[in-house]
């Protein structure tokens, strides 16, 4: 028999207030739009929330421990940077996959973060894109990629993958991992020496 659990008002806020985000924008979405959709009094959500950006600063910096979680799996492979980046890939793919609406508000509502929330976010991101970096660094070092801008490169192989949250469906004919080796395969193709 299957267990059935059952959630917190503040976890029914947080999942409504991420699809409200992602439909509408977080500038859009207005604290009485996400107590109608919920079905209460604007002022009791009150009692679970202190405000909309609370919930934005949850969605976030979930979202991103997330993802630096999901790097521990890179960091165990030792073999070669091109097989370490394959494997950074299909984790951050993993994790866009696993809530497309939680994806897209991080990836497109996160500059409504305010001070001193922004500065810790923008950290983080630079530390998370730091580890592509590293990676591509150690690579074109070693001699296993071709001499890129790291920069550049590390931006075009996020901005392909962050895509995914527009067009993943969990019903499709590819899971997330064998997204993610394909685009992996996709980009790195063009990256190794031969």
Known sequence: MET??????????????????????????????LAQDLGIEAASLYSHIKSKEEILQKIC????????????????????????MEKAMIAHVKVITKDTDASAVF??????????????????????????????RDGMASGEFKIVDEKFMMLTLLSSLNWTHNWYKPEGNLTPEEIGKRLSGLLLNGLKNR
């Not at 917190?8 to 439909?23: P, V």
């Not at 630096?68 to 370490?84: C, M």
């Open 4 to 33: 059935v659990v059952k959630k917190s008002r503040k976890q029914q806020i947080e999942e409504k207030a991420t699809i409200l985000f992602q439909e509408r924008g977080y500038a859009a979405t207005s604290m009485r739009d």
């Open 61 to 84: 910096f979930r979202m991103a421990d997330e993802f630096f979680s999901a790097w521990r799996e890179v960091e165990l492979e030792n073999s070669s940077q091109a097989a370490k």
């Open 107 to 136: 990836f497109n509502e996160w500059r409504h973060l305010s001070e001193p929330f922004l500065s810790e976010f923008l950290g983080m991101r630079d530390d998370y894109e730091g580890r592509f970096k590293k990676i591509l």
